[in-house]
């Protein structure tokens, strides 16, 4: 399990997995280095060790700023010279040892040890599957990308969700995910350079489709229209001059229709109206010099990968953090840095000038990810705050219906970065936990189910481990699909 913030834990997996990266570019490492680091080892251990008897040996060449090879103990004095020399990295019964050794073997300093009782070079502090040899990227737990799904599964509605159990997962690399409109049962798992498209109608689950790209935010959008052709849109940054890109596919198999440059200003997040005709994209950020807190309207409906200019654009008083569609798509909600929902007319994206109304949301600028649906009927809009809060609020009258609290009052920086309705209208779903750190609590980041008419907790769906960064229920009401830490669960009643 993860047990710190997890910029420190990504810190750590690089440091450790970095020498086997580096590894083939090495010349072999020097046998006097490689004798002194075993004997070491023995001394330290007690037990004969050689290279046979190892699980595991990475190495890279350092320099090292002084005599210490970079282990100063505190108390001890230095000779403060550049000190030629290596980092190695041995794996021997459930633990790394670190040590650092001179180019010629005279000085060998154990820098320390980590646990890691499945070898893949990950600490087990910050193993989340410390008994598998796993991935780093995937925090040590081996990349799952097949399940399998019971054959008989009732639609969950507000009346039954006290029966949902967790079906099955997958494991990949931080998920997002989405189910298409048509109701096949595809669900497009994004995860971290590659998006994976699945047929949830089958009971075995295995990748239908495999999408490799260059993923910023690894969010997706999918939409399968009623004449069956399935739209794929992934985000994607050109580094050399920093322009974002929305890549929208289609098409059997799918292939690129459009490449849309929608600038320079961040990309926060897309969404498709419900013909799939039409794509919006949200800007802005609070550190730009010059910030673009703009929704961006583009006709998607022909392909092409010419650059085009948007249809409509609207601004906002602060950044844009999320957008979505109403069902009939005549409306667009969009929430912003400042706390604001706003409510636009779309039904002429072009004459789009001025927003029909704002609302208080509890958005920031530091938080992007927020949850925001409309339910099937679009009577309702359900907004996810940082203050761990998702808010009701009635479309028509554009008053507060209800409030709920999704992640728990004492939960410190608590958010809620998902919120869906189920098909049927009749539950409302949503997910947070805590940006950038394991779960206080299974409470803090669990999935949790309401009467979506009176906001009565049904369930709590406490499997995840970290923040929730998508919910999904399929457009047959059977699964709830909710993506998070490195797990894509699926949620349902068997039987």
Known sequence: MLKRFLPLTLCLLLLIALPTIALAQLEPLPQPVMDATFAALTAQTGQSVSAETVSRMD?????????????AQEGEMYAQVITPGYQVLVTFQGVIYDYRVAQDASNVVLCLTIPDRDSDTIDDSFDACPDEAGDPNTLGCPLVTTTVLPANLTPITAANAASVTALNRLTVVAPRIAFSAAGDGTIGVGAYDQVLLYNTSATDLSPTAQIDIQVQGNKIALFNATTGETRLAVSALAAADSTFFVQVFGGNPLTTLQVLAVGQSTLNSFAFNPNGMLLATSHGSAQATTPDNTVKLWDVATAGTEAVPPVATLAHDSQVNMVVFSPAGN??????????????????????????????????????????????????????GDDGQVRVYDVASRTERYVVQAVPADVENGIVTAVAFSPDGSLLAAGGGVPFMESPSPQASAVTLWDAASGTPVASLTNHTALVLDLAFSTDGRLLASGGDTSVWFWGIAG
């Open 331 to 384: 409306l667009l909600a969009s929430t912003t840095g400042s706390g604001m929902v706003y409510l636009w007319d779309v039904s002429n994206p072009a004459a789009a000038a001025a927003p029909l109304a704002t609302l208080p949301a509890n958005t920031n600028a530091f938080f992007i990810l927020t949850g925001l649906a409309f339910s099937p009927d679009g009577s309702l809009l359900a907004v996810g």
């Open 59 to 71: 190495y890279f060449p350092q320099e090292f700023p002084d005599a210490s090879l970079g282990c």
